[in-house]
């Protein structure tokens, strides 16, 4: 169904002896936004990066608009962006020239005028000429976000953005979300910051030792979650 | 076509991280100058025996300081995962090791300006501008063919607990045409070829890196799927 | 009493041909004419050959089987047929140094098919220890398939940079041709060595595969979500 920005069936992911992930049943609509719920080990990361393509499935099917993202690679590629805590920069390139391998690689041509303006956009000019080695995590986290604004993806998948931010960072953070949602970009976090992403996102989703535990409206996540075990 | 221009990007970076992280560059220099030195301790004072030897010294000194280089130019994907975050953009894993194999070979191809002067002074090699720009040539041939299957080594070895042994492990057999190829094309071209053998050496050699530049370029692909 | 299965039979008979062909080269076959009796190491050396090759030919199909279904028995069986052709390959090497002490006076002659197996061993070793430190299975098989294909491909390009390298220098004959007369105990012997290969390829591979099931464990049950599916949002424009 083409409707549908992410669709899985049955999936399933196993490490060794362990299912990290198990009957997954999941649709998300076009536009739509989800919050991945659940304590650490859940298999919320485990299922963002089977979405993402990074992971293939051990069990069942995954689509992004259609496609399967292991076997249609690149296609997918193109649609998707992860923010992950992990930051996929080098260290030894500067915040400039970070910017313009992702444009490369996108494959999409963009003027030095125009990636100087995204770094203006996150407060990084005074830093467009350091090496990405002396950022703080924040800052890392602000150059990170560029990269969706660079690949303009319909689907964005977020691991943790929160994590390790101070206030202002994570403020800007939830801006930012907020904004690629109103801009009609379907959106998947997975989060612990419960009160402050429940917020932003319209759907939510509890996962418990990887199969889904619960699922309804954001607005209702946080008494789910109060309630004992 | 994009994916020329993706590898361009990618050769680009990696040139331009190599020339800010200079110090990784230069330690692998000095170890192969160490290890030419080393060889010539191991021979002794004697200039006849060192004269003879001198082409193969020269090829295991590269040969040595591959295994250093291949290693470290992985182990700068794998600091902050960088490695994944090139897998989830639009980039043919392909141009990811072709790139990747492209600067490797290059960086070792730089070696060789340095390494075999040094070489020829170590072991009283007489040998004038001529000879040496044709050792640096079939030195290239070497660097390309290490490159090929070292890259794809390399990116499996450089997740692993025993890297360090691992990698040169798997490799040095595998690479035995090519050091026997360039040790025997490159003694050819500095003490004569009076059989004219020169010319089927350095088409072994090439045929080597055709072959492996080609099936290690498709077999990158499944290596790096799982997820490196 | 534990019903036999198919290739244990094939190892046995392996075995007793073995025997029988070993007993005729041993003593009932003439003895060379230029060589003496140290030639009778022929009636083991040249069916462990062929039938190393062979198995090392089997593993690089079996590697691109694994590569191409990802099913795990073409893995166990790749795993199986590698341990056996490394094996092969080292007893090869061993043979060999036996035959070339007493004929040549040195232990090692540079011989190019002894020096080709030797790097492929060394080579295949590698390959074995690089699965022994991979704990993904999937990501294991994947691996070392096409570590496999990879060493696979360099053995005639390996044969032949051997080859000429030797061929600068003097040529010594090496442990050829055989005598006409004398064939029966070779193919007795080449086919013994294949049943053998057979079994051994077979338990190693079977051994492979019980571990990779004792690995491999069952969905746990589905448990129902509690809650209710959102209704779908109204779509943007």
């Known amino acids: 169904m083409s409707s549908s920005a992410i669709r899985c069936e049955s999936l399933g992911r196993r490490f060794g002896r362990r299912w990290v992930l198990a009957h997954v049943d999941l649709e998300v609509a076009r536009g739509d936004s989800l919050l991945l719920a659940g304590s650490n080990g859940s298999g919320k990361t485990t299922l963002l990066r089977v979405l993402a393509g990074l992971s293939r499935p051990s069990a069942g099917t995954v689509r992004i608009l259609g496609r399967d993202p292991h076997s249609e690679r690149l296609a997918c590629r193109r649609l998707l962006s992860m923010v992950s805590h992990r930051s996929y920069l080098y260290d030894g390139l500067t915040a400039f020239e970070t910017l313009r391998v992702w444009a490369r690689l996108g494959g999409v041509a963009y003027a030095d005028g125009e990636l100087e303006n995204l770094l203006d956009e996150v407060a990084l000019t ?11 995590s924040g800052m890392r986290k602000r150059l990170t976000l560029l990269r969706t604004r660079i690949e303009k993806p319909d689907v964005i998948f977020l691991d943790e953005p ?29 989060s612990h910051a419960i009160p402050r992403m429940s917020r932003i996102c319209r759907r939510a989703l509890l996962l418990e030792e990887g199969q889904i535990a619960w699922e309804g409206s954001a607005a209702d996540l946080p008494s789910q979650m109060e309630e004992p075990a | 076509m994009r994916v020329l221009g993706q590898i361009a990007t990618l050769v680009r970076k990696d040139l331009l991280l190599e020339w800010r992280g200079r110090t990784r560059g230069l330690s692998v220099v000095l170890f192969g100058i160490v290890t030419l030195l080393l060889f010539s301790f191991a021979v002794g004072p004697d200039s006849a025996a060192l004269r003879a030897g001198a082409a193969g010294f020269l090829v295991l000194a590269l040969l040595l300081s591959s295994t250093l280089a291949l290693s470290e130019g992985f182990r700068l994907e794998h600091e902050n995962h960088a490695l ?36 020829v002074i170590l072991y009283a090699v007489d040998a004038g501008p001529a000879t040496l720009v044709q050792v640096i040539g079939l030195w290239a041939l070497a660097a390309a063919g290490l490159s090929a299957p070292g890259t794809l080594f390399a990116a499996m070895t450089s997740r692993l607990r025993s890297q360090d042994v691992l990698l040169p492990l798997l490799l040095f057999p595998l690479v035995v045409p090519v050091l026997l190829g360039s040790v025997k094309a490159i003694a050819l071209v500095l003490g004569g070829d009076p059989m004219g053998q020169l010319s089927s050496w350095t088409v072994l050699l090439g045929a080597f890196d055709v072959i492996y530049w080609t099936l290690s370029g498709v077999l990158f692909t499944h290596v790096v799927e799982e997820g490196v | ?25 041993l003593f009932a076959a003439p003895p060379e004419r230029h060589m003496g009796e140290v030639q009778r190491l022929m009636y083991v050396h040249v069916p462990t050959a062929w039938i190393s090759m062979l198995v090392l030919t089997a593993a690089f199909g079996f590697a691109i089987a694994s590569m191409w279904t990802g099913r795990p028995k073409w893995d166990a069986v790749m795993t199986g047929a590698t341990e056996t052709g490394v094996v092969l390959g080292a007893l090869l090497t061993v043979q060999g140094m036996i035959w070339a002490k007493p004929t040549w006076g040195v232990w090692w002659d540079w011989d190019v098919r002894l020096t080709t197996t030797l790097i492929m061993v060394l080579f295949f070793t590698g390959v074995l220890v690089l699965r022994s430190y991979v704990a993904e299975p999937e990501r294991r098989a994947t691996w070392s398939a096409v570590a496999v294909i990879v060493g696979y491909v360099d053995v005639p390009l390996v044969y032949f940079c051997v080859r000429w390298f030797r061929s600068l220098h003097q040529v010594q004959s090496s442990p050829e041709t055989v005598a006409s007369t004398m064939i029966t105990p070779l193919r007795i012997n080449a086919f013994a060595m294949l049943f053998l290969a057979i079994w051994f390829v077979a338990r190693r591979s079977r051994l492979e595969l019980a571990r990779l099931r004792r690995e491999s464990v069952a969905l746990p049950p589905r448990r129902a979500p509690r809650g209710t599916a959102v209704p779908e949002a109204p779509q943007e424009g």
Do not use: Q
Not at chain 1, 126 to 136: A, E, I, T, Y
Not at chain 2, 102 to 109: D, W
Not at chain 3, 13 to 19: H, I
């Open chain 1, 162 to 190: 929160l994590a390790a931010l101070d206030s202002g960072g994570k403020k800007l953070v939830e801006r930012w979300i907020a904004r690629e949602v109103e801009h009609g970009t379907t959106v998947v976090v997975a």
């Open chain 1, 126 to 136: 005074p830093h467009r000429d350091l090496p990405v080695g002396g950022f703080s």
């Open chain 2, 84 to 119: 994944e975050g090139l897998l989830l953009a639009p980039v043919e894993p392909m141009a990811l090791y072709y790139g990747k194999a492209l600067s490797n070979t290059l960086f070792l191809i730089l070696l060789a300006p340095i390494l075999t002067p040094v070489a």
């Open chain 3, 1 to 25: 009493m534990k019903r036999l299965r198919w290739d244990a039979i094939i190892g046995l008979v392996g075995l007793l041909m073995l025997l029988v062909g070993s007993y005729i080269g």
